[in-house]
């Protein structure tokens, strides 16, 4: 058992152990770039054989950085965001940095108060979902000179450098594809829109894709719940409860087609033959569904991956290099989403 009364393990102790100077350890934690790989492996060991924790609250009232970066997500409760926060945190450990995670649950104001807590933590940069955030926010970073990117959204337009993809275009590209296969009665079911520009976004590109086509989602098949399967099968279980039914229905994203697929099934209705169901994002597991699930992908690897590196750029460049990066969103067809069978009866014509 370990002896509470024992020093603390400094940095002079943790150079000595690693038989360098206490400057190289410093700048092993600081700018580990400037390290060979086998000094940054004997600093490693030492520093786990002493159980060295740095002081980083004494660093910061120094100026040094605090090697954390603030990323602030909507939820953390489906998957919606898993692989987003997985390769970002991967990637901005290359540059020496650990990431603070927070969610807001969908709250702009919530989003703003972690904002404010993170700069309390001396963050060295805020990575945000999005481009949908109140005023308060953006002042609050500009105030502060505070490093700050947006994600998962790209806009050449955006007040901020953003890396991500155009949810408008991913709309468009799932709308065309259901017009393309003759769907006339189509719904949708989609999360809520208020703060959530991704999904207004999407529901926008969905319903002008369907306009120009003459085709319009009535206003009773437009279902809006929270992100969750047991939702999103509540919703579509309202959705088929007549005899009158939608030939495909249109989700906001993955996890909400699950919920769909999943009712579908549980009442013996067929997929594509009867409903097709399509989705957005492309999630670990949509392809192995059964049938698997037609969607479009958004590289949430790539997004994160990147944003690590253009955020980490920013907080270490003094010349603030350009950050911004888009990656197009690509149709992925699978087999949920078909063409309507003919003759179809008992739908809604228009």
Known sequence: MADKNAKKADIISVAKAAKVSASTVSRNFNHPDLVKAST????????????YIRNRAAQTIHGIRSGTVGLIVPTVDQAIFAELIESFSEAIEEFGFTILLASHGYSLDREYALTRKMLEHRVDGIALIGMDHADDTYELLAQQGMPALL??????SAPLPCVGSDNYTAGCLIGKHVVSLGHRSVAAVFPPMAGNDRASQRFAAVTDALASAGR??????????PYSVAAAKAATEKLIASANRPTAIICGNDVLAWGALHALVRHGIGVPGEISVTGIGDFNGSREFEPGLTTVRIPARAIG???????????????????????PPELIVRATCGPVPDPWPGRRQE
């Open 151 to 156: 994600l998962w959204n790209y806009a050449e």
């Open 305 to 327: 991956s990147k944003a690590a590196k253009s955020i980490a750029g920013i907080i270490i460049s003094d010349e603030r290099p350009q950050a911004s990066a888009h990656f």
């Open 40 to 51: 940054r492996k004997r600093i490693d060991a030492a520093v786990r054989r002493l159980g």
């Open 216 to 225: 319009d989602i009535p206003e009773d098949w437009r279902m809006e719940t």
